[in-house]
């Protein structure tokens, strides 16, 4: 059972460009959430998905930062206009649809740096 | 929302000994209690967690305890090995639902000298 995926794992932007971040989680999982992680500090949550929904996006900036888990695809993280500041490392998580729902298993991360 | 708070920031131990570490957690309607160690670098890895209906758990060299009336929860890794070098972090999903968020501790960076 391959684990949770992210890609890619290291992403370069200028200033004032795109960024997207993929997630597919593990066979099964139907829960996703996304952290995001500054140097030496603790995660924060972002956006919790269920496929098709937004079950919570209460830790995500309200402008520019957009998240979807499609019925078919992996889950995107897209942060639009990018700035010096969205550089983080961007965990996304997966819990599985039955039994013990709120364990939580991360992916590899995306590391993103914004010239 | 939930606030999680971790003691020590940082931990220096001797290979062979114990090393404990200690969190705090503000809404009382939490129960479930994850555990994660991240190495440089890699993702964060789940090592144990513990829900509110016991106050113990152990797996091998790790264990973790529950005081649900102080609301604190702590990590103990005994006959500590070089490997274990890593920050650790503690979380709590808050809000009487374990499903969704999870609010985090700064982490604690363990070491482990040879």
């Known amino acids: 059972n391959a684990g949770v995926m992210q890609n890619p794992r290291h992403l370069v932007r200028r200033r004032g460009q795109e960024a997207r971040l993929r997630c597919s989680p593990m066979?099964?999982?139907?829960?996703v959430y996304w952290y995001r992680q500054l140097p030496e500090e603790g995660l924060k949550f972002m956006v919790y998905?269920?496929?098709?929904?937004?079950?919570?996006e209460s830790g995500m900036p309200k402008e520019r930062f957009s998240a979807e888990f499609p019925k078919e695809g992996p889950s995107i993280l897209r942060i639009q206009q990018v700035v010096r500041g969205d550089s983080a490392a961007y965990f996304c998580?997966?819990?599985?649809?039955?039994?013990?729902?709120?364990?939580?298993?991360f992916g590899p991360g995306t590391r993103l740096l914004v010239l | 929302g939930e606030n999680v708070e971790q003691h020590p920031s940082t931990l220096s131990v001797q290979e062979g000994d114990s090393a404990v570490i200690k969190c705090t957690y503000s809404?009382?309607?939490?129960?479930?209690f994850p555990w994660y160690k991240q190495e440089l670098g890699k993702r964060p890895q789940l090592i144990i967690d513990?829900?509110?209906?016991?106050g113990e758990k152990k797996d091998q060299r790790i264990a973790v305890t529950l005081n649900k009336t102080a609301k604190h929860f702590s990590l103990h890794i005994t006959e500590t090995q070089p490997e274990d070098s890593a920050v650790y972090f503690c979380?709590?999903?808050?809000?009487?639902?374990?499903?969704?968020?999870?609010?985090f501790g700064r982490g604690t960076q363990l070491t482990v000298w040879p």
């Open positions: 998905l269920q496929k098709e929904n937004i079950i919570d």
């Open positions: 998580a997966s819990s599985p649809s039955e039994g013990l729902q709120e364990t939580q298993y």
């Open positions: 809404d009382s309607a939490s129960n479930y």
């Open positions: 513990i829900r509110s209906n016991v």
């Open positions: 066979k099964g999982h139907s829960h």
């Open positions: 979380a709590a999903p808050g809000g009487g639902s374990t499903l969704g968020r999870l609010y």
